[in-house]
C-alpha cells in the first residue's frame, strides 16, 4: 500500500508545480512589535525559495465570507470578534486585535479553502498562513481567531467535494480548537503529535481524550515530554502514518508547525533542520496533500518550511 502511494504521488507531483498561497494581506497578521508572531517570516520565505530549485506558483487566495465562517463559529463569537477588532480590543491576553487582523484571519481562511481544493486535485500545494488550531467555535485565542482549516473541511463537505478528511497536526502546542470542534465527529480524523500539555498551553490535548460518541477514537493525542529530539519524534510519527491507509480519507491535511524546532522560543521540543526535511518525505507519499503553516516563531521559520518543502519534492 505504502509503495502504491510513493509511486502515485511522486508521479502526480513530477506533472505538477508547487502553488504557494499567499497574499501581501497576510503581512497585516500583525499583533504589535513585542509579540512573537512575525509575519514577515512569509515574505522572507519567498525570497528563500526564489534561490531553491522549486517550482512554484504563487496564487492569491479571496478572503473568505461571513456566510463560511459560520459553517464553523457561532454568531455570537463573529458579533464579538468585529465589535473587539473595531476597539482594538483584545480577543484574549495572548491576541490582540485590530482591524487589519481581523481581515487578515478573512484571507486566512479564503486561503485554505483554496489550498484544499488545489490539494483535492493532487497538486502539491502550501499556504502561508493556516491551520489556526486554537479558535474554538465560540472562543479564539493563542493567535487564532477563525479555524480555518475547519471551516474549508465543513464548506467542501456541504459541496459534496469530500466526506473524510484526516489531519495530521505537527505543531507544538496541541489544537484545542480543533479537538473541539470535531470531537463528535467521525468524518474528520484528527492526529495531533505535541510538547505534553501539562508542560505547554493550551493545557489541554491529553492522550485520554480520544473523542465521544460517534467521534470516538477519531481524535487522538499524542503528547511528547519537553526536550524531544528529532529521532524519538519522527519514531512517534511514523508509528501514527499507517493509520491514513485504514481511515481512507478523500483529504489529508498536514498543520505544519514548525515550533517544534529546538531554538523556538515558545516551546521546548529538540527538532533540527534535518528533522524537516525527514517529516517532508514521509508526507510525500500522500496523493492529496494540504500543507498549512501554523506556529513558527524562531527566525529560521522560513528555512525549516523549505526543507519540509524539499523532503516533500523528493
Ligand atoms: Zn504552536
Known amino acids: 500500500m505504502d509503495d502504491i502511494i510513493q509511486k502515485t504521488s511522486s508521479f502526480l507531483i513530477a506533472l505538477t508545480v508547487l502553488k504557494i498561497i499567499w497574499t501581501?494581506?497576510?503581512?497585516?497578521?500583525?499583533?504589535g512589535p513585542d509579540h512573537p508572531f512575525w509575519p514577515q517570516r512569509g515574505r522572507e520565505f519567498l525570497e528563500l525559495i526564489k534561490q531553491s530549485?522549486?517550482?512554484?506558483?504563487?496564487?492569491s487566495p479571496p478572503p473568505a465570507s461571513d456566510?463560511?465562517?459560520l459553517l464553523v463559529h457561532t454568531p455570537d463569537y463573529l458579533?464579538?470578534?468585529?465589535?473587539?477588532?473595531?476597539?482594538s480590543s483584545p480577543l484574549s491576553l495572548d491576541t490582540p486585535l485590530n482591524p487589519g487582523v481581523l481581515e487578515t484571519a478573512y484571507y486566512s481562511v479564503g486561503g485554505t479553502i483554496v489550498t484544499c481544493e488545489i490539494a483535492l486535485k493532487g497538486e502539491m500545494v502550501i499556504n502561508l498562513l493556516g491551520g489556526l488550531h486554537h479558535a474554538e467555535t465560540n472562543r479564539g485565542g493563542g493567535f487564532c481567531i477563525f479555524s480555518d482549516h475547519a471551516i474549508a473541511i465543513r464548506k467542501l463537505q456541504k459541496q459534496g467535494k469530500l466526506k473524510k478528511v484526516l489531519i495530521f497536526d505537527l505543531d507544538v502546542h496541541a489544537g484545542n480548537g480543533t479537538q473541539e470542534i470535531f470531537y463528535s465527529d467521525p468524518s474528520v480524523f484528527n492526529i495531533s503529535l505535541h510538547q505534553d500539555p501539562a508542560t505547554l498551553y493550551p493545557g489541554?490535548?491529553?492522550?485520554?481524550?480520544?473523542?465521544i460518541g460517534k467521534g470516538k477514537d477519531y481524535n487522538l493525542n499524542i503528547p511528547l515530554p519537553p526536550g524531544t529530539n528529532g529521532s524519538d519524534y519522527l519514531q512517534a510519527l511514523d508509528q501514527v502514518l499507517p493509520l491514513y491507509n485504514n481511515y481512507q480519507s478523500d483529504l489529508t491535511i498536514l498543520?505544519?508547525?514548525?515550533?517544534?524546532?529546538?531554538?523556538?522560543?515558545?516551546?521546548n521540543l529538540n527538532l533540527v533542520e534535518n528533522?524537516?526535511?525527514?517529516?517532508?518525505?514521509?508526507?510525500?507519499?500522500?496523493?492529496?496533500?494540504?500543507v498549512l503553516c501554523a506556529g513558527g516563531y524562531s527566525r529560521q521559520t522560513p528555512e525549516l518550511?523549505?526543507?519540509f518543502l524539499k523532503g516533500q519534492a523528493n
Open 204 to 211: 489541554t490535548g491529553f492522550a485520554h481524550q480520544r473523542g
Open 24 to 31: 501581501p494581506e497576510y503581512l497585516k497578521y500583525d499583533f
Open 67 to 69: 456566510k463560511d465562517i
Open 79 to 87: 458579533d464579538k470578534v468585529k465589535k473587539s477588532a473595531k476597539l
Open 255 to 267: 498543520i505544519l508547525g514548525v515550533d517544534t524546532y529546538k531554538n523556538d522560543p515558545l516551546a
Open 275 to 290: 528533522d524537516y526535511l525527514e517529516i517532508g518525505k514521509r508526507f510525500s507519499r500522500f496523493p492529496k496533500l494540504a
Open 53 to 59: 530549485p522549486i517550482e512554484y506558483k504563487i496564487v
Open 305 to 307: 518550511w523549505l526543507e
